[in-house]
């Protein structure tokens, strides 16, 4: 394999610490999430956990069991390293996984790079950002055959910026006439109680229920909220709200107290999807 090739391959960063890196053991983690269903149609968009399987694993399948997924994904995470570009778009290529490698829309990147002003190509946001990579298996196995996908790493970004990348993806998947879902990578509140926990994450979840990205931003920030992924989750609602979302659903919302047993420094997880 040449240098070029090699550079273009992403390998994991967190297998065999947020979920198993045998292929096997991970198809069987990620199917005892999933619920075997005909979901809804119209689902535009997503918001799914990104903790380690044990605590969000539950909330992400069966999130992932209530939308279809096309052969082209865009998933947007948020950036915990600080590294790289604020809106990094992983250009070509692919990403190894347990099972398989998953490969670069490299059509839609280079689209969504060449229309959307804040969008650069950049790898360096995704070496080592798990929040992307952990939604992977559970496309996978939800769609039973290969996807490609465009990963998008985001910094924290002002509403006027997450409202120009959102209604610029709009207009890319418009413009590309195919099925493109939009996954935002989010958790919720981190390490406080169970109660003030639960408090908040109402909060944020009510605003992302009324498709309200600006009221998700304006809380989030007065409340002190700490969703990693609120970037991200507001970014998806300005696209969904472009492309005619009429409304959300809450699919399950939970804390790591309920596996832990800890319910005095929890981690919020809420999983939801968008639909026309």
């Given at each position: 394999?040449?240098?070029?090739?090699?550079?273009?391959?992403?390998?994991?960063?967190?297998?065999?610490?947020?979920?198993?890196?045998?292929?096997?053991?991970?198809?069987?983690?990620?199917?005892?999430?999933?619920?075997?269903?005909a979901p809804p149609a119209?689902?535009?968009?997503?918001?799914?956990?990104?903790?380690?399987?044990?605590?969000?694993?539950?909330?992400?399948?069966?999130?992932?069991?209530?939308?279809?997924?096309?052969?082209?994904?865009?998933?947007?995470?948020?950036?915990?390293?600080?590294?790289?570009?604020?809106?990094?778009?992983?250009?070509?290529?692919?990403?190894?996984?347990?099972?398989?490698?998953?490969?670069?829309?490299?059509?839609?990147?280079?689209?969504?790079?060449?229309?959307?002003?804040?969008?650069?190509?950049?790898?360096?946001?995704?070496?080592?950002?798990?929040?992307?990579?952990?939604?992977?298996?559970?496309?996978?196995?939800?769609r039973g055959s290969e996807f490609a996908f465009v990963p998008i790493t985001l910094a924290m970004l002002d509403e006027r910026t997450c409202s120009r990348l959102g209604e610029g993806l709009a207009g890319v998947i418009r413009e590309s006439g195919d099925d493109i879902l939009i996954v935002a990578s989010s958790d919720m509140t981190h390490y406080e109680s169970q109660q003030s926990a639960k408090v908040k994450d109402t909060l944020a979840i009510e605003r992302i229920l009324d498709l309200d990205p600006e009221g998700l931003l304006d809380t989030v920030h007065a409340r002190r909220i700490s969703m990693c992924g609120v970037i991200p989750t507001a970014v998806m609602l300005f696209a969904a709200k472009a492309m005619g979302a009429a409304g959300a659903r809450l699919i399950r919302y939970t804390t790591s107290g309920e596996t832990s047993g800890d319910f005095d420094h929890v981690v919020g997880y809420a999983g939801l999807v968008v639909h026309k």
């Open positions: 394999m040449d240098t070029v090739t090699k550079e273009k391959i992403r390998s994991p960063a967190v297998a065999g610490q947020f979920y198993p890196a045998n292929p096997n053991k991970l198809e069987e983690q990620v199917g005892s999430y999933l619920f075997d269903a119209g689902v535009i968009g997503a918001v799914m956990p990104h903790a380690g399987y044990i605590y969000s694993g539950a909330v992400a399948g069966e999130t992932a069991s209530h939308f279809t997924v096309p052969g082209r994904v865009i998933v947007l995470g948020p950036n915990h390293t600080g590294l790289g570009s604020a809106v990094s778009v992983y250009p070509t290529g692919s990403w190894q996984m347990p099972f398989g490698d998953v490969p670069i829309d490299e059509g839609l990147a280079s689209r969504i790079i060449d229309s959307i002003g804040p969008a650069e190509p950049d790898r360096s946001a995704h070496m080592r950002e798990h929040s992307i990579e952990v939604q992977l298996p559970f496309l996978y196995y939800r």
